[in-house]
């Protein structure tokens, strides 16, 4: 099973982390190793999701957290319908710790090799724009692509 989507990598680090956890058999992003993992903080959890800073933010970004599923899934709606409910109430509960009164939210499902994600669990981003940096940087997040060299 592939746990990464290394043609999907951001920066040279982010490279090399995801080749020592997948020769490793280590997904990040499942409960245990999100816990422990030195790069990862987890801020809080709900009965089914994990909120932790994103190790390697999107440029222009003053926040960016995921919002994680303790169930190994590549897919949201394969979530079952009590994941699917928590998952609004931890998008509530980081509205109200964060005092946000805007985000941005990006979730991508499926074979990761197309969708610019480079961890094959599904997770949700909460985006906040950097609104202090000159020049002004977009928030881009890739959402369906083709995997390099292809």
């Known amino acids: 099973m592939t746990l990464y989507c290394t043609d999907n990598y951001r920066t040279d680090e982010q490279l090399a982390e995801m080749r020592r956890l997948e020769a490793a058999g280590i997904c990040l992003f499942c409960p245990a190793a999100l816990?422990?993992?030195a790069r990862q903080e987890v801020a809080f959890e709900t009965g089914h999701w994990?909120?932790?800073p994103n190790a390697f933010p999107y440029q222009g970004t003053r926040l960016h957290l995921l919002v994680v599923p303790h169930q190994h899934v590549n897919d949201m709606l394969d979530l079952g319908d009590a994941?699917?409910?928590d998952f609004w109430a931890?998008?509530?509960q980081i509205r109200?710790?964060?005092g946000l009164d805007h985000y941005g939210l990006g979730v991508r499902n499926g074979n990761c090799s197309f969708t610019g994600a480079t961890i094959a669990h599904v997770h949700a981003h909460v985006l906040?724009?950097?609104p202090t940096l000159e020049p002004e940087v977009p928030v881009r997040m890739r959402l369906?692509?083709?995997p390099r060299g292809r």
Do not use: K, N, Q
């Open 90 to 92: 931890a998008l509530r």
């Open 83 to 85: 994941a699917l409910a």
């Open 35 to 37: 816990r422990e993992h």
């Open 128 to 130: 906040v724009g950097d």
């Open 96 to 98: 109200e710790r964060y």
């Open 144 to 146: 369906s692509s083709r």
């Open 50 to 52: 994990a909120v932790t």
